[in-house]
Nanobody
Framework: QVQLVESGGGLVQAGGSLRLSCVAS????????MGWFRQAPGKERDFVAA????????YYADSVKGRFTISRDNAKNTVYLQTNSLKPEDTAVYYC??????????????????WGQGTQVTVSS
């Protein structure tokens, strides 16, 4: 059983940056692909970014390409999401997930087997 704990959310002005972190425990971190999802009020949970077990391959939703960067440190059991040039529409609860990379339609995404509790990101205009 893998436990995931996110941190780093907060309130930021449009154009600002935040670095989200997710620390894993209770399993072999390097076995899993990792990802970030987000859920805005009244909306479904959407894929944001994913990274393979080694960190050598990354995947992004079109809405965040060029602004967000996912990375991982297997020695620290941690995955990061660097968010830059934030927009009010990025406001959501951000969730970390551990699982496997899967293709849905024409898009690479993550099948989340384990989920964190989420961290709130609020971007003011």
């Amino acid at each position: 059983q893998v436990q995931l704990v996110e941190s780093g959310g907060g309130l930021v002005q449009a154009g600002g940056s935040l670095r989200l972190s997710c620390v894993a425990s209770g399993g072999t971190f390097s076995r899993y692909a990792m990802g970030w999802f987000r859920q805005a009020p009244g909306k479904e949970r959407d894929f944001v970014a994913a990274i393979n077990w080694s960190g050598g391959s990354t995947y992004y939703a079109d809405s965040v390409k060029g602004r967000f960067t996912i990375s991982r440190d297997n020695a620290k059991n941690t995955v990061y999401l660097q968010t830059n040039s934030l927009k009010p529409e990025d406001t959501a609860v951000y969730y970390c997930a551990a699982g496997a990379l899967v293709i849905r339609g024409a898009t690479m995404t993550l099948r989340g087997d384990y989920w964190g509790q989420g961290t709130q990101v609020t971007v003011s205009s």
